[in-house]
């Protein structure tokens, strides 16, 4: 069985950072290192990220409208200096545990009986 924390962290995340990465880059025009300061990665991590080398569930994501509509909404506050790399990463969290709870991308065995705030205390 996984934890709920584990299927956010080893398989939403990445994929979500992947297009968010791109969706700025493409889309918004910044450069790797500004992306990296958005989101409080580093430079090396977005290169990936914008090779789709991490986030194996991206095309799973890229089916679901909503949720596209979300990830350009989010990116274009990024973009415009809407939120601090801080408020950008509780968001993204947001947006991962979304996907999880309406099975977007589905996890066989996860556990949803452990909440997630049990990781924050």
């Keep these: 069985m996984k934890l709920y924390c584990e299927v956010v962290v ?3 995340l990445p ?4 297009l968010i ?4 880059i493409q889309q918004h025009k910044m450069t790797q290192t500004q992306v990296a300061k958005k989101l409080g990665l580093t430079q ?3 290169s990936q990220y914008g090779k789709y080398l991490r986030g194996e569930k991206v095309k799973e994501l890229q089916k679901n409208k909503k949720l596209m509509e979300v990830i350009k909404a989010f990116s274009k506050d990024i973009s415009s200096g809407k939120f601090s790399s801080e408020i950008a990463v509780s968001k993204m969290l947001e947006i991962s ?11 066989p065995g996860i556990s949803h009986n452990v909440p997630c705030e049990v990781c924050f205390k």
Excluded: F, Q
């Design 15 to 18: 994929s979500l950072r992947a």
């Design 21 to 24: 990465t791109n969706e700025l």
């Design 10 to 12: 080893g398989e939403v």
């Design 44 to 46: 090396p991590a977005i």
């Design 97 to 107: 545990h979304m996907i999880v709870d309406k099975k977007i991308i589905y996890s």
